[in-house]
T-cell receptor, first 115, second 114 residues
Framework: DAGVTQSPTHLIKTRGQQVTLRCSPK?????VSWYQQALGQGPQFIFQ???????QRGNFPDRFSGHQFPNYSSELNVNALLLGDSALYLC??????????????FGDGTRLSIL | QQQVKQSPQSLIVQKGGISIINCAYE??????FPWYQQFPGKGPALLIA?????SEKKEGRFTISFNKSAKQFSLHIMDSQPGDSATYFC?????????????FGTGTRLTIIP
C-alpha cells in the first residue's frame, strides 16, 4: 500500500520563476493538505483540498495556488518565486469520511531551492 | 489562530534514559493531539496521538500525558535508543470543515548518546 508520494524530490529555481509540485495521496485518502517547512522550523499550513476545491487556507499569498484532480492527486503552484520560498514542501493526505479522527499522513516532501 | 508552544528546542539524553518533550496549546477546539517524528530528509511520520477524553496513552516505549486544565501535553520516551534520535513535533488540529489543518510546534531535536 503506497503512502503519500511527492515529486520531484529536489528542485532548483531562480527568483521570478514559477514551479509546480505534485502529490499523490495515500490509497483511500481523499483530502490533501500542503505545508511549507523552512529549515529548522515546524511545517506551516498552506492550504487544503477536498472534492477538487480549496477548503482552507493558511497565511500565504496568492502566489501560492493549487489544484486537486478527480483521482485526488494534487499540485502546488508557486509563481514569482522569492528567495524566501526556499523550503521543504510537504503534502499530507487524510480521509474525510470515517467514524473517527483521521490523522494526516505526510510524504517526504520536495526540497525547493531558490537561487 | 491556534498556537502551540513546544519545549525544549533541543535535548540530549543518554541511552536508556527518559526523554521528555512538552507542548502547550491555546485553543480548546480540537479532536486529538498527535506527535510526529521526523528524520533528516524525510517527512513527518505520525508517532502517537491522544484524544482529549483520556489523560494518558501508551504505545510501546512512547507515552503521551495530557493535562486538559493546564492545556498541556507531553511526550515521554522510555528507555531511549540511538534510533530515537530525530526531530519531534507536537501538533494541534483546527477544524473548520470536515478534516483539520494542523498547527505544529517548533520542534525538538532529540539526540540519544551511547
Amino acid at each position: 500500500d503506497a503512502g503519500v508520494t511527492q515529486s520531484p524530490t529536489h528542485l532548483i529555481k531562480t527568483r521570478g520563476q514559477q514551479v509546480t509540485l505534485r502529490c499523490s495521496p495515500k490509497s483511500g485518502h481523499d483530502t490533501v493538505s500542503w505545508y511549507q517547512q523552512a529549515l529548522g522550523q515546524g511545517p506551516q499550513f498552506i492550504f487544503q483540498y477536498y472534492e477538487e476545491e480549496e477548503r482552507q487556507r493558511g497565511n500565504f499569498p496568492d502566489r501560492f495556488s493549487g489544484h486537486q484532480f478527480p483521482n485526488y492527486s494534487s499540485e502546488l503552484n508557486v509563481n514569482a518565486l522569492l528567495l524566501g520560498d526556499s523550503a521543504l514542501y510537504l503534502c499530507a493526505s487524510s480521509r474525510e469520511t470515517g467514524p473517527d479522527n483521521q490523522p494526516q499522513h505526510f510524504g517526504d516532501g520536495t526540497r525547493l531551492s531558490i537561487l | 489562530q491556534q498556537q502551540v508552544k513546544q519545549s525544549p528546542q533541543s535535548l540530549i539524553v543518554q541511552k536508556g534514559g527518559i526523554s521528555i518533550i512538552n507542548c502547550a496549546y491555546e485553543n480548546t477546539a480540537f479532536d486529538y493531539f498527535p506527535w510526529y517524528q521526523q528524520f533528516p530528509g524525510k517527512g513527518p511520520a505520525l508517532l502517537i496521538a491522544i484524544r482529549p477524553d483520556v489523560s494518558e496513552k501508551k504505545e510501546g516505549r512512547f507515552t503521551i500525558s495530557f493535562n486538559k486544565s493546564a492545556k498541556q501535553f507531553s511526550l515521554h520516551i522510555m528507555d531511549s535508543q540511538p534510533g530515537d534520535s530525530a526531530t519531534y513535533f507536537c501538533a494541534a488540529p483546527s477544524r473548520i470543515f470536515g478534516n483539520e489543518k494542523l498547527t505544529f510546534g517548533t520542534g525538538t531535536r532529540l539526540t540519544i548518546i551511547p
